[in-house]
């Protein structure tokens, strides 16, 4: 059942990314790659740990950044829908290592701009109203917020195409909203952000290198594409970093 808020419907969909189903879905070599390329990109974008930011992780239960993170000395809060979405980063918890609060859009539990940084992955597409999500994540930002989305312009054309192979592969994968880039980016600059730095991660669909299996041959693939600049107009998923206009201007 839907909870519902005064503001509109409670997202939920990071119960699903906080599960160990999902996390299966990144075992081996190739999803440890996966991963990695991710929290590379992601730490290229982050203010330095000397600042001592605060970061907010959105449907952060899934536990894969949380670890980083916190290895390298930032502060961070995960904000989950239920309960059971910080099974994943319990070992975190208890020795006081980040925090876990009950929350989501289109309300989170805290006051506009109490994080330096927002963070919210394998989020969006899935939200119930993507607008309202993403104008939340920006009120409590001070600085930044990073999300990450699959854009139309990319193999997510061919979805309807690969949607059953991707199901056999990963058992538990659902539908999910395809963006334009401006879409996005309006929503935020009507919430005072502009589009400080993006970053596309792989050109070929993700499905495909579960099935090569080769974590050696799809990262040489892949560095052949981006060298080529297909991954950077063509690929997805597409982590993007927007700054409020104050802290550019």
Not at 152 to 171: D, Q, V
Not at 227 to 244: D, Q, R
Request: glycine share 8%; with cysteine; aromatic share 10%.
């Amino acid at each position: 059942m839907e909870t519902t808020t005064d503001t509109g419907i409670l997202e939920t969909a990071d119960i699903e990314t906080s599960s160990d189903g999902y996390a299966g879905r990144f075992a081996g070599p190739s999803g440890e790659w996966f991963l990695r390329t991710q929290l590379n990109i992601t730490l290229d974008m982050l203010p330095p740990v000397s600042e001592r930011p605060a970061i907010l992780e959105v449907g952060g239960g899934h536990g894969q950044l949380t670890p980083h993170l916190i290895e390298r000395g930032y502060r961070v809060v995960v904000a989950g829908s239920h309960q059971k979405c910080c099974d994943r980063i319990k070992p975190y918890l208890s020795p006081g290592r980040c925090d876990f609060v009950i929350g989501s859009p289109p309300r989170l539990p805290f006051r506009n701009g109490e994080f330096d940084t927002v963070i919210s992955y394998r989020f969006v597409c899935h939200a119930h109203s993507w607008q309202r999500f993403l104008a939340e994540l920006a009120r409590v930002a001070a600085r930044d917020v990073l999300i990450d989305y699959p854009p139309i312009i990319s193999f997510n054309l061919c979805t309807p195409l690969l949607f059953g192979l991707k199901k056999r592969m990963e058992g538990n994968t659902r539908t999910y909203k395809l963006f334009f880039e401006k879409e996005i980016t309006r929503v935020f600059r009507e919430n005072g952000f502009v589009r400080a730095a993006r970053r596309a991660e792989f050109f070929l669909p993700m499905v495909l290198h579960r099935i090569i299996r080769n974590r050696i041959i799809s990262a040489k693939t892949e560095r052949v594409f981006r060298a080529l600049g297909f991954t950077e107009h063509f690929g997805s998923p597409v982590i993007v970093k927007f700054t409020a206009k104050e802290r550019i201007s």
